[in-house]
């Protein structure tokens, strides 16, 4: 039973790890299509 809750424990918090990694490069990658998307109007200008 032991095994099982430590295990239990483990995969809860990779996955919440996971998550949050997922999300930080979501974040780092529309940062980053924003800024292309700036930069390409800028040089309709």
Sequence with gaps: M???VILA???ASL???????V???GKDVKAAGTAVTDTAE????
């Excluded at 996955?15 to 990694?21: G, I, L, M, W």
């Excluded at 800028?42 to 200008?45: C, E, G, I, T, V």
């Design 2 to 4: 032991r095994k099982l």
């Design 9 to 11: 424990v483990l995969a």
């Design 15 to 21: 996955s919440v790890t996971a998550c949050n990694t």
């Design 23 to 25: 999300s930080g490069a």
């Design 42 to 45: 800028d040089a309709k200008r």
